[in-house]
């Protein structure tokens, strides 16, 4: 390491947006540190996108490594920063950072607090998604997942995870559970060709004709909602099971009911829809009727964690407005100097890796902006590299990142598979020789 002065900076995260903004910043001359909670960078690109996009995952994670490659970058991985974590924002400032960027994402999940939450067979979308991408822990948990599934959203979450159910677990239907009009939905037409040829076309032409004077009411197009719901019918692709999937529109979840602490129906109630200045609305009518589900899972977005150690206000962390270092208008500055908030941690849920990408650049620009109204430093690496080693615990660098890759893509060519992933961070662990393995 070289006794040069610069500037150094510390990133809290390393998916998309924490590992772009580490470029950008590193590219610039500052030494980065990246604190990753997780043993793989990648973050929701890693872990958030559906397990069978292989193409995809392998372009982000060949970006991914080219980043860590650069020289001007650092990688701690199975290390927490938070209130609670193995490091808090102050010790990393004790440090010596001058900056630190938050990237951790949105690590809490949105309930509606409603009665039966607590029930065996309610999830968050967020603990299914990490569970079917091993994730750890989640890959470890167990899940209830019954023959009748509901999912409370309209996006693209909903969509991936009706996908998890039809094509892997093959229950026999799939609720999505809506709680606004057919012309609102928000999932890509792409997406939904891997579940289309299990709509139930009668079911969704039920649903059409029963919600059709509803959506006149407001001056929406029914038969275009339908036909934008069925555009990706031509590029179908072949069904696997004999699983249904279908909608439940202007439907809100209301209360969830069991037996023995087991899931067994949901409540939802019908909602209409009223058009204010020029907006749309959805009002619940009073009427509820029930469902039967052994599953609901809540698609309906993220929060940040409130006990990260930042200000948290309507579930984000709070920006500094008017910011003294905007990027395109937008303010990256949390209320404690030096830090900054980029990707899902600045607004939760908002895109996948082409936003945090970009909304990691961006952070890392008013961090450079902040930067230049201090004297760079000759960055005490050693003193970092002492307080991680004193975790006690297994501490994984970017060359013990590459070891592992090796070692899963050799276990993927000998199982004959397109990719293998260890479902534990100790078997991870493992096989980076980082963790002895227990005597059986």
């Given at each position: 390491?070289s006794?040069q002065?610069r500037?150094?900076?510390a ?5 998309p ?8 910043l590193a590219?610039?001359g500052a030494?980065?540190a ?10 929701l ?5 559906y397990?069978?996009k292989?193409?995809m ?10 980043v860590?490659?650069?020289?001007n970058?650092d990688y701690?991985?199975n290390?927490?920063v938070?209130?609670?974590g193995d490091l808090t ?7 010596g ?12 999940t949105?309930?509606?607090?409603l009665?039966g ?9 967020k603990d ?10 989640f890959?470890?948990?167990k899940?209830?997942?019954g023959?009748?599934?509901a999912?409370?959203g309209?996006?693209n ?6 996908r998890?159910?039809i ?13 606004r009009?057919?012309?609102e939905?928000?999932?890509d037409?792409?997406?939904m ?5 299990h ?10 004709a029963?919600v ?9 197009d029914?038969q ?8 990706a019918?031509?590029?179908a692709?072949?069904?696997?099971s ?6 439940e ?5 209301v209360?969830m009911?069991?037996?023995?602490g087991m ?9 209409t ?10 009002r ?5 009727r029930?469902?039967d589900v052994?599953t609901?899972?809540?698609a309906i977005?993220?929060k940040?964690?409130?006990?990260f150690g930042l ?14 270092y ?7 500055e949390s209320p404690?100097d ?16 082409g936003y945090?990408r970009k909304?990691?650049t961006n952070a890392s620009?008013?961090v450079?902006?902040y ?5 760079p430093?000759?960055p ?5 590299s002492?307080r ?8 994984v ?6 070891r ?15 990719e293998f992933k ?8 493992q096989?980076?020789?980082l963790?002895?393995?227990e005597?059986?």
């Amino acid at each position: 390491m070289s006794n040069q002065e610069r500037y150094f900076v510390a990133v809290v995260g390393a998916g998309p947006a924490g590992l772009f903004g580490a470029r950008e910043l590193a590219n610039h001359g500052a030494q980065v540190a990246i604190f990753n909670r997780d043993i793989k960078p990648g973050g929701l690109a890693e872990y958030g996108i559906y397990p069978a996009k292989h193409t995809m995952k392998e372009g982000l994670r060949k970006q991914f490594r080219q980043v860590l490659d650069n020289p001007n970058i650092d990688y701690y991985a199975n290390v927490s920063v938070g209130v609670e974590g193995d490091l808090t924002l102050s010790d990393l400032q004790a440090l010596g950072f001058q900056a630190v960027l938050v990237t951790a994402g949105a690590q809490g999940t949105k309930w509606l607090g409603l009665p039966g939450e607590d029930l065996t067979g309610v999830y968050h979308a967020k603990d299914v998604v990490y569970f079917y991408n091993k994730l750890p822990p989640f890959s470890q948990k167990k899940f209830r997942f019954g023959k009748r599934v509901a999912i409370v959203g309209a996006g693209n979450v909903m969509v991936d995870l009706a996908r998890y159910f039809i094509r892997e677990m093959k229950v026999d239907e799939v609720i999505a559970v809506v709680r606004r009009g057919p012309a609102e939905v928000k999932f890509d037409k792409k997406e939904m060709e891997y579940i289309i040829a299990h709509l139930d076309i009668a079911a969704l032409d039920a649903e059409i004709a029963r919600v059709t004077p509803i959506m006149q009411a407001v001056n929406q197009d029914s038969q275009a909602a339908r036909a934008i719901i069925l555009e990706a019918q031509p590029k179908a692709v072949p069904p696997v099971s004999q699983s249904k999937f279908r909608f439940e529109f202007l439907a809100s979840p209301v209360q969830m009911y069991g037996e023995n602490g087991m899931l067994t129906r949901l409540e939802i109630e019908d909602n209409t829809l009223t058009l204010k200045d020029g907006e749309t609305k959805a009002r619940g009518t009073g009427n509820k009727r029930m469902l039967d589900v052994e599953t609901v899972i809540f698609a309906i977005g993220d929060k940040v964690d409130a006990n990260f150690g930042l200000p948290v206000e309507w579930n984000e962390f709070v920006k500094v407005d008017p910011p003294k270092y905007p990027v395109e208008g937008i303010s990256y500055e949390s209320p404690v100097d030096g830090v900054f908030v980029g990707g899902w941690s600045r607004k939760a849920s908002t895109g996948l890796v082409g936003y945090a990408r970009k909304d990691g650049t961006n952070a890392s620009k008013a961090v450079w902006e902040y930067l230049q109204t201090k004297q760079p430093i000759i960055p005490n690496m050693e003193a970092v590299s002492a307080r991680v080693k004193a975790l006690d615990k297994p501490i994984v660098l970017k060359e013990d990142i590459k070891r592992l890759e090796m070692v899963e893509a050799e276990e993927a060519k000998k199982r004959g598979l397109e990719e293998f992933k260890f479902a534990s961070n100790e078997e991870m662990l493992q096989a980076m020789g980082l963790l002895e393995a227990e005597p059986k």
